[in-house]
């Protein structure tokens, strides 16, 4: 509460003739500077001492202020900087990655694009599960205790860290073995594994729509489709079963990119409505809902079932499938629209229209 009253306060003293978008180097840094420069807004980059190599290569940030860590962030010395440029923080995974939520939302004074009451929904997974639930969207079913696992399933840890240390199993034998090796191998830990979340494995492709809700605008927009290239669940087929029994695998979900996809034109209207159910939802759970971009990870099975398992009220890297457009986006827009610059082109339009306090938390 003191930082939303402190976002609103900073945000009107800002000069709107000189609005800097600002992000951590990482993740979907590029898609937002990109289209931040597009838009006609001076960037800044919170880069990592030796990765700035990005950011020199692909010059689409005016200033990068180099770190040790992603934390500094928090730094009231980096916090004023920003502030006196009148920055916009445009939060990704990377926020939630290294730096606590926590943090985010108590200790973090630059007006963010989006609503950060939501990203304590979205690191909670069982707050997530009564969001999705909430707007009627078919969830997998989930398992309270390892005791009670009775199908395969898949063993989750709190938080975005894109799937490393996941692990399927069928029975609660499984589930303390393969969880001790997880932890012997420095996956995981004791406590993530007491806290983790058992949930049925979907059998089906990957599919993730990506939106964009205009808060201004009162629209959610189909954006982009993608699905993941994970080193191992994307590599296991490779290897003959009778080779995989031997070498008593263990697949694990490490994104390492994304894959553009384009679906059948018959499962757009679920999926644009279960865009649209979510956005009202999530004006009921923290009013006004989602700001800007959010997607949905679901599991399509062969009866055409979407099962959704996560969602992000962010910006995802899968959105850097549809850098300088997407077939969705080209729909919509014709050419050269991407989540970089849709972001950069609402907060346009705010400050345009003098509502930048409505886009902001
Ligand atoms: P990074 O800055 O690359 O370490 O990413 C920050 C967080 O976002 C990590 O938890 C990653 O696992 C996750 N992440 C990074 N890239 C992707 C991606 N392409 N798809 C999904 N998650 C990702
Ligand atoms: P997440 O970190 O939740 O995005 O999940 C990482 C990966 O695990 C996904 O890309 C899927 O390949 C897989 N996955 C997660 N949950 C399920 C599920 N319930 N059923 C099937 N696959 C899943």
Redesign the pocket.
């Known amino acids: 509460m003191v930082v939303k009253k402190e976002v609103i306060k900073t945000i009107k003293t800002y000069d709107r003739d000189n609005i800097t978008i600002a992000t951590l180097g990482s993740h979907s840094a590029l898609n937002i500077f990109k289209g931040a420069k597009e838009e006609g807004f001076r960037t800044l980059c919170i880069c990592k001492k030796g990765d700035e190599i990005v950011y020199k290569k692909f010059p689409l940030a005016d200033e990068i202020v180099l770190v040790n860590d992603f934390k500094e962030l928090l730094n009231p010395k980096i916090q004023e900087k920003l502030r006196a440029l009148n920055t916009i923080l445009i939060p990704h995974g990377s926020f939630n990655a290294y730096i606590a939520r926590r943090d985010i939302t108590e200790k973090l004074f630059v007006p963010l694009f989006g609503n950060r009451e939501l990203l304590e929904w979205e690191t909670n997974r069982e707050k997530q599960r009564e969001w999705l639930k909430g707007a009627g969207l078919k969830i997998?079913a989930y398992f309270s205790s390892p005791e009670d696992i009775n199908k395969l399933?898949?063993v989750?840890f709190q938080g975005?860290?894109?799937?490393r240390g996941?692990f399927l199993t069928q029975s609660s034998i499984g589930f303390y073995r393969k969880g001790k090796e997880m932890v012997k191998k420095g996956y995981l830990t004791e406590k993530d594994l007491r806290n983790s979340q058992i949930?049925?494995?979907?059998?089906?492709v990957?599919v993730?729509p990506l939106y964009f809700r205009s808060i201004l605008k009162n629209e959610t927009e189909f954006f982009s489709v993608d699905?993941?290239y994970?080193s191992f669940?994307d590599n296991i087929g490779r290897i003959p079963a009778d080779e995989q029994i031997l070498l008593t695998l263990n697949p694990t979900?490490t994104?390492v990119g994304n894959i553009p996809i384009t679906i059948r034109e018959s499962l757009l209207p679920e999926f644009i409505r279960m865009g649209d159910n979510v956005v009202a939802r999530s004006e009921k759970i923290a009013n006004p809902g989602i700001i800007g971009p959010f997607c949905l990870?679901t599991?399509v099975t062969e009866n055409l079932d979407i099962?959704t398992?996560?969602l992000s009220a962010r910006i995802v890297a899968g959105a850097n499938v549809g850098i300088g457009g997407s077939p969705y986006t080209y729909l919509k827009y014709g050419e050269g629209m991407y989540m970089g610059k849709r972001i950069a082109r609402e907060i346009k339009e705010a400050i345009r229209s003098n509502r930048l306090e409505k886009i902001v938390t």
């Open positions: 997998p399933v898949v989750k975005a860290r894109g799937g996941y949930q049925e494995y979907i059998m089906g990957n993730y699905k993941r994970e669940a979900y994104i990870e599991v099962v398992f996560e």
